[in-house]
């Protein structure tokens, strides 16, 4: 009789690189065992030049071959490229980082911006009913955040960066209703807001960040930061002696994993304070 064990097992992956600090199969290999599914979920290294190969074989499809997975750095732009067919999110980012095969096609799509407004949502309820949002830092990683507070109907959202070329053209690309400023704006600009993110590396991994003012925000005021390594980073803590609500980015790493999943495995999985407790554990550990 034929073993049918491998046909009932569904693969999926995240690739970067480097890719051995991912947290993302503690994160799917929790959801796994809690839903009692046949699967797995790993990292996999994939050099750029490597990466097209990579896709290529993913979309033959073979037994055993993953269903699909997640891409990180330095593959998003080029998931997007290689993907036969982007959804409107991917196509207006340009980048994608969750990625699965029907019928020999290779789908696309990017969760980072509904990962960063679920966390919000989960953590501080209600900081949707604001008029003014300051984006800091015009890399890739803030065109996600600014994407999901547009379509979120954020009212004015203001980019801030050292070269203000970058940030106008993310204003170019998000429409009427995002503002590009040079970073010397940011306490004029800040007055009235009611969120203010971190889009940066300012902070990351212990590095410094330069003193920041908060009092022009406005009352109620939420400040978040995408970086969550440390949980709490320089740029949370001076809010926090400030007296402002804070919200650490480690939810939106979390929260981005859950569509992904859904789409491979077939379940929605919920981000508990297990799976929360678990990451942290890890992140203290490296």
């Given at each position: 009789m034929a073993d049918s064990r491998e046909t009932l097992t569904i693969n999926a992956f995240v690739a970067g690189y480097p890719i051995k600090h991912s947290r993302s199969p503690i994160i799917h290999s929790y959801w796994l065992k809690k839903f009692g599914i046949a699967g797995s979920y790993t990292a996999v290294e994939v050099s750029p030049e490597d990466f097209p190969n990579f896709i290529?074989?993913?979309?033959?499809?073979?037994p055993g071959t993953a269903?699909?997975?997640n891409v990180t750095i330095p593959h998003k732009e080029a998931a997007y490229s290689l993907a036969d067919s982007p959804d409107a999110l991917a196509e207006?980012?340009?980048a994608?980082?969750?990625i699965w095969v029907e019928e020999g096609k290779l789908h696309a799509t990017n969760t980072d911006g509904y990962g960063f407004v679920a966390n919000l949502d989960e953590r501080h309820p209600g900081w949707d009913k604001i008029d003014r949002a300051v984006v800091l830092g015009a890399g890739g990683a803030s065109r996600a955040v600014i994407q999901s507070l547009r379509d979120r109907g954020i009212a004015e959202i203001h980019v801030l960066n050292r070269t203000v070329e970058?940030?106008?053209?993310?204003?170019?690309r998000f429409g009427p209703r995002v503002f590009s400023h040079p970073q010397a704006a940011l306490h004029e600009v800040m007055r009235g807001a009611g969120l203010f993110v971190n889009t940066t590396s300012l902070g990351m991994d212990g590095a410094e960040a330069p003193e920041f003012d908060f009092s022009p925000l406005a009352t109620?005021?939420?400040v978040t930061d995408i970086v969550y390594v440390p949980l709490k980073t320089p740029i949370l803590?001076?809010?926090e002696a400030q007296g402002i609500i804070t919200v650490d980015g480690l939810g939106m790493l979390l929260h981005q994993a859950k569509p992904g999943f859904q789409r491979w495995f077939?379940?929605?999985?919920?981000v508990d304070e297990t799976l929360r407790s678990l990451i942290i554990a890890d992140m203290e550990k490296h």
């Amino acid at each position: 009789m034929a073993d049918s064990r491998e046909t009932l097992t569904i693969n999926a992956f995240v690739a970067g690189y480097p890719i051995k600090h991912s947290r993302s199969p503690i994160i799917h290999s929790y959801w796994l065992k809690k839903f009692g599914i046949a699967g797995s979920y790993t990292a996999v290294e994939v050099s750029p030049e490597d990466f097209p190969n990579f896709i290529a074989t993913l979309k033959e499809g073979k037994p055993g071959t993953a269903v699909g997975g997640n891409v990180t750095i330095p593959h998003k732009e080029a998931a997007y490229s290689l993907a036969d067919s982007p959804d409107a999110l991917a196509e207006e980012l340009g980048a994608a980082n969750t990625i699965w095969v029907e019928e020999g096609k290779l789908h696309a799509t990017n969760t980072d911006g509904y990962g960063f407004v679920a966390n919000l949502d989960e953590r501080h309820p209600g900081w949707d009913k604001i008029d003014r949002a300051v984006v800091l830092g015009a890399g890739g990683a803030s065109r996600a955040v600014i994407q999901s507070l547009r379509d979120r109907g954020i009212a004015e959202i203001h980019v801030l960066n050292r070269t203000v070329e970058r940030a106008r053209e993310l204003a170019d690309r998000f429409g009427p209703r995002v503002f590009s400023h040079p970073q010397a704006a940011l306490h004029e600009v800040m007055r009235g807001a009611g969120l203010f993110v971190n889009t940066t590396s300012l902070g990351m991994d212990g590095a410094e960040a330069p003193e920041f003012d908060f009092s022009p925000l406005a009352t109620n005021a939420v400040v978040t930061d995408i970086v969550y390594v440390p949980l709490k980073t320089p740029i949370l803590k001076m809010a926090e002696a400030q007296g402002i609500i804070t919200v650490d980015g480690l939810g939106m790493l979390l929260h981005q994993a859950k569509p992904g999943f859904q789409r491979w495995f077939g379940e929605m999985p919920e981000v508990d304070e297990t799976l929360r407790s678990l990451i942290i554990a890890d992140m203290e550990k490296h």
